[in-house]
């Protein structure tokens, strides 16, 4: 099983059956799997949703790997992103080429399912630690300040809160709910992670998905725009 819960990862493969198989694989290992059979479908993913780890076969048609993870590795957005390249192909150069190309693993088919969710794991693990968290390390004193805003609203809940008949209907993920619930409480980011048995990042980001989904810009914002329209539920 993997260690941290929802990680999500896109897999990027032209053949049906691994697709299948690797995806059942990981979603049983507890990751959240989006697949793409070439390099095009795969790209488009990525410009929709970040994922943790990307997954890549090498001999795909018109794109193949090596193509496909320069293209990655030249937009700044994805040059940290964890990359393991799959392939048939088990050569030593093969493999040369592939750490040379950017590859962080690489897995000669037919492999150990149990060895990918092993890769996958270290790789998340290895990054989150390395990586700061930008909504808390950056500036200490913005977030204890919003922290004790957040906690003055709470004192002001009663006259507040409404049962949402302002019209307003945002569609929440459950996960997003359980965020957006403590983010109201007055918790930092550790303290919700820890809550909901997940990494600081992930929280982070479901935070970043709130603010973009209620057009907040802050956690202040967000809690008193919750709080005026009945979006929290607990």
Known sequence: ????????????????????????????????????????????????????????????????????????????????????????????????????????????????????????TSLIERRAAQAPDPSETPDIATMARQIEEIKALLTQRGSMIKQNNSGIRIDFTPREQDVLNLVAEGLMNKEIASRLGTTVRNVEKYVSRLFGKTGTNSRTELVRYALENGLVTT
């Open 1 to 120: 099983m993997a260690d941290t819960p929802n990680s999500k990862v896109l897999l990027v493969d032209d053949e049906p059956g691994l697709r299948e198989s690797v995806q059942a694989y990981l979603e049983d290992s507890n990751f959240e799997v989006r697949v793409a059979g070439n390099a095009a479908e795969g790209w488009d993913l990525l410009q929709q949703e970040t994922p943790q780890v990307l997954i890549s076969d090498i001999m795909m048609p018109q794109v193949d790997g090596y193509q496909f993870l320069k293209q990655v590795r030249e937009d700044a957005r994805f040059q940290a992103l964890p990359v393991v390249f799959l392939t048939a192909r088990g050569m030593t150069s093969d493999r040369i080429q592939g750490y040379q190309a950017g590859a962080d693993a690489y897995l000669a088919k037919p492999f150990d399912p149990e060895e990918l969710v092993a890769i996958l």
